[in-house]
């Protein structure tokens, strides 16, 4: 690296490069923007669901679930866990929380209302319905 | 030191390695709640110990970031800070909001966090490293802000080199797409796809600017190789930095939503993600072998050629182990991840901000490098924490494959629950390494605590 390769060429691919693939990144973007309403179930974002994102964020899940797997992996994956558990068992484990066994990993009791609880259920089942090119490989998550 | 207002580094590397000792030891909190579930339950669950494991890490870089580039830059300008009041203005408020910012996840419970602090008005909290409450979120908006108008305006009226360029190019660009911490829609896929922006367009993306910044000013240091050949080796390194790794975003949008396009985009050019670490590895061999000088400090010699080979390991290695979509399709998600994670962390951030402080603190210090003794017992912590963290990482890998063989592959798969207590033994294993990890860290702030003849500065 001597010679008539220059630093201030060395600076000029450096700009080059990054322009040129940060403007495909963009360009890849505005096509996936494009694309998104076939797959990203956005037609059903009702106020439900959109009540459940809220619950979900405020209650942390993520610091101890993953969520089409990212989070934490400390507890189960809960992007299906609407077809895996269906609705009713969702919000009875979610009350009957924790479980106390001694040495099992606990989840904290949150002390959701009724109708707290069917909108989070109704954004498990929202995510679950998102075209995620078959992931999880099966229904365990 | 060459410049008085230098003197400003000091507070926030201190800072930095007090908040990195909170770190560990909320580490081996979690690392025992993943054996024995309920340790500390209900007092501390396990989502309030991530949070703050995971957000010390981050507040502790910054710190250490800022504290480098504040040493750095009146060195590289060639003048005083433009205003060393500023600096230490802003060194407070950043440590109080961060100290009030893990009190809050530790002694309020989460969903009242969020109504105290204005969630309502602007939902940004709970989700994965973006944590923090409003308020938070805009103090380090306001500090970064405050922090580059510092460190632009020193530059503006000194010498302008390449390594303060990158360094501030890797600056602004980790503010910048800090900015979409505040978009969260309710769109799902379209959170998940802006939260990546931060996420990884800052550890895959402008923060290597930053390490590559960091690693070169130190290099040329201790090495005294000319100027124009490490800078020009900085130039490639981080082209193919960001040439790989602004489209090999996609390889997080392979099962959130997004077209599956991005299978292809994300897995051709993550793969080639290794090469600028790999280049960095053979950069910084390259450059102690053509060393014109004997530093006398072989600490930071060390954390240095550390950096190179760590991060290779960690960022590049172990992420192009699970890059690929169809293997991602199995490990996505499991302690594949988590391995990945911790290696890659360490190797490339932990590592480089430990070679900068261990190369400018004796300075600030008032000596060219520590005692012997001292340097002994620094280079003693960084093995242990090294080979603790290699096994660290080795033994979460074999968490994950099991975890993916058992949950994912077998025809008969287990569930997520009666998966872990299969691969129990080894996160046992990682809480032990974890333990060794820790003694490492103890070494490494007794070394500062050791006296013995020094060097005074030449």
């Known amino acids: 690296m001597s010679g008539v390769f220059t630093k201030s060429m060395a600076r000029n691919i450096f700009y080059g490069g990054t322009v040129f693939f940060f403007l495909l990144f963009l360009a890849l973007t505005f096509d996936t923007n494009k694309e998104l309403p076939k797959r990203d179930n956005s037609q059903n974002l009702t106020p439900q669901v959109i009540a459940g994102k809220k619950i979900w964020e405020t209650r942390n899940c993520i610091g101890c679930h993953t969520l089409l797997g990212e989070g934490a992996y400390f507890a189960p994956e809960l992007g299906n866990v609407y077809p895996r558990r269906g609705p009713d068992f969702i919000k009875a484990w979610i009350q009957a929380q924790p479980t106390g066994t001694p040495g099992r990993r606990q989840m904290p009791q949150f002390h959701l209302s009724d109708e707290e609880l069917d909108h989070l259920v109704a954004f498990l089942k929202y995510t679950s319905e998102i075209n995620t090119a078959n992931w999880p490989p099966n229904l365990e998550g | ?458």
């Open chain 2, 1 to 458: 030191m060459q410049y008085k207002s230098q003197a400003v580094a000091k507070p926030y590397f201190i800072a930095a390695i007090g908040l990195f000792i909170g770190q560990i030891v909320f580490g081996l909190v979690m690392g025992l709640q993943y054996v024995i579930g309920d340790f500390l339950f209900p007092m501390l669950p396990f989502n309030v110990a991530r949070m703050v494991h995971t957000n010390l890490l981050i507040v502790w870089l910054l710190f250490g970031f800022m504290g480098a580039a504040y040493y750095m830059v009146p060195e590289e300008s060639e003048t005083e800070l433009y205003s060393p009041k500023l600096a230490l203005a802003l060194f407070w408020i950043f440590l109080v909001a961060g100290a009030a910012t893990v009190l809050g996840y530790l002694f309020v419970p989460y969903a009242t966090l969020a109504e105290m602090t204005g969630n309502d008005l602007l939902a940004t909290m709970g989700r994965e490293f973006l944590e923090q409450p409003l308020p938070t979120k805009l103090g380090i908006v306001v500090v970064a802000l405050a922090f580059l108008f510092n460190i632009s305006m020193t530059m503006l009226k000194g010498r302008k080199t390449a390594i303060s360029m990158v360094l501030l190019l890797g600056l602004w660009g980790l503010a910048i797409f800090f900015l979409f911490s505040f978009y969260n829609p309710h769109n799902l896929v379209k959170d998940k796809y802006y939260w990546w922006w931060v996420v990884h367009l800052w550890v895959e993306g402008v923060w290597e600017l930053i390490l590559g910044a960091l690693l070169a000013f130190v290099l040329i240091k201790v090495t005294g190789v000319d100027r124009e050949v490490i800078e020009k080796w900085l130039y490639v390194i981080i082209t193919l930095t960001l040439v790989t790794g602004i489209i090999g975003t996609g390889h997080h949008y392979y099962w959130i939503g997004a077209p599956e396009y991005w299978q292809w985009w994300g897995s051709i050019f993550s793969a080639l993600e290794p090469i600028p670490f790999f280049a960095m590895t053979v950069f910084a061999f390259n450059m102690v072998n053509r060393r014109r000088r004997e530093h006398p400090n072989k600490a930071a010699v060390l954390w240095a050629l550390g950096t190179g080979v760590m991060a290779f390991l960690g960022a590049g290695v172990w992420g192009f182990l699970h890059t690929l979509a169809p293997v991602n399709y199995y490990t996505h998600g499991s302690q594949i991840t988590a391995a990945h994670g911790h290696m890659a962390f360490y190797g490339a951030y932990v590592m480089v901000v430990l070679t900068l402080i261990s190369y400018a603190m004796p300075i600030l210090r008032g000596r060219a490098a520590n005692s012997n003794k001292a340097q002994v017992v620094e280079m003693w912590s960084f093995w242990l924490m090294t080979i603790a963290m290699v096994f660290i990482t080795l033994f979460l890998t074999a968490a994950g494959i099991l975890q993916v063989w058992l949950q994912r592959v077998s025809d008969t798969p287990m569930g997520f629950m009666a998966t872990q207590d299969q691969v129990a033994l080894f996160y046992w294993m990682r809480e032990w390494a974890g333990v060794a990890f820790f003694i490492g860290l103890i070494l490494y702030v007794i070394s500062f605590f050791i006296k013995g003849e020094s060097k005074a500065i030449a």
